[in-house]
T-cell receptor, first 114, second 117 residues
Framework: DQQVKQNSPSLSVQEGRISILNCDYT??????FLWYKKYPAEGPTFLIS???IKDKNEDGRFTVFLNKSAKHLSLHIVPSQPGDSAVYFC?????????????WGLGTSLAVNP | ETGVTQTPRHLVMGMTNKKSLKCEQH?????MYWYKQSAKKPLELMFV???????ENNSVPSRFSPECPNSSHLFLHLHTLQPEDSALYLC????????????????FGPGTRLTVL
């Protein structure tokens, strides 16, 4: 049973527009969430994170929103650029628990078209 | 370039072969990880080493044998693998907090694409 779900396997966006990648989780004990970005033939690269005590974290063109009541987070990229085309992974962790490991989603492949 | 390198990048092996995957990190981290990424499955954590001591082994078959001789190097020794073990094997590293590894922000290598015939 997947605890972290990225229900959209792929997303296509026009350059300059907003990209919104979604992630849902089932474990209410998760207290830290991360987004990783992966280009082909490379390992995932950390992008941005958010603690459960916040509902928004912004870093340049990237903003992550957290809705704890809905167990949902989203990554917004504004404006989207062709270089943002990659697979984006959502991951979550329960830092207070005994089994402190990152739980990963399956990823969403983003294509930003010029 | 993330500061984590993996060799080889591609490996094809028969079921009776013995091979090793190598990972090296140049970030001064002291926790290292092996992950497996199979098609249509989330990243699966296999092993965690913190200060060269194995702190986690997630029910991985014994045909996978990790080794961490120092905080900069991590190996995954492979022996009598099965075709279903074909996958991308990723190494990662992170800082270690005083008590447990910092799982939060991990730096990944490019991976080794393994094919078992």
């Amino acid at each position: 049973d997947q605890q972290v779900k990225q229900n959209s396997p792929s997303l296509s966006v026009q350059e300059g527009r907003i990209s919104i990648l979604n992630c849902d989780y089932t474990n209410s004990m998760f207290d830290y969430f991360l987004w990783y970005k992966k280009y082909p033939a490379e390992g995932p690269t950390f992008l941005i994170s958010i603690s459960s005590i916040k509902d928004k974290n912004e870093d340049g063109r990237f903003t992550v929103f957290l809705n704890k009541s809905a167990k949902h987070l989203s990554l917004h990229i504004v404006p989207s650029q062709p270089g943002d085309s990659a697979v984006y992974f959502c991951a979550a962790i329960n830092n207070a628990g005994n089994n402190r490991k990152l739980i990963w989603g399956l990823g969403t492949s983003l294509a930003v078209n010029p | 370039e993330t500061g984590v390198t993996q060799t080889p990048r591609h490996l094809v092996m028969g079921m009776t072969n013995k091979k090793s995957l190598k990972c090296e990190q140049h970030l001064g981290h002291n926790a290292m990880y092996w992950y497996k990424q199979s098609a249509k499955k989330p990243l699966e954590l296999m092993f965690v080493y913190s200060l060269e001591e194995r702190v986690e082994n997630n029910s991985v078959p014994s045909r996978f044998s990790p080794e961490c001789p120092n905080s900069s190097h991590l190996f995954l020794h492979l022996h009598t693998l099965q075709p279903e073990d074909s996958a991308l094997y990723l190494c990662a590293s992170s800082r270690r907090t005083p008590r447990v590894p910092t799982y939060n922000e991990q730096f990944f290598g490019p991976g080794t694409r393994l094919t078992v015939l």
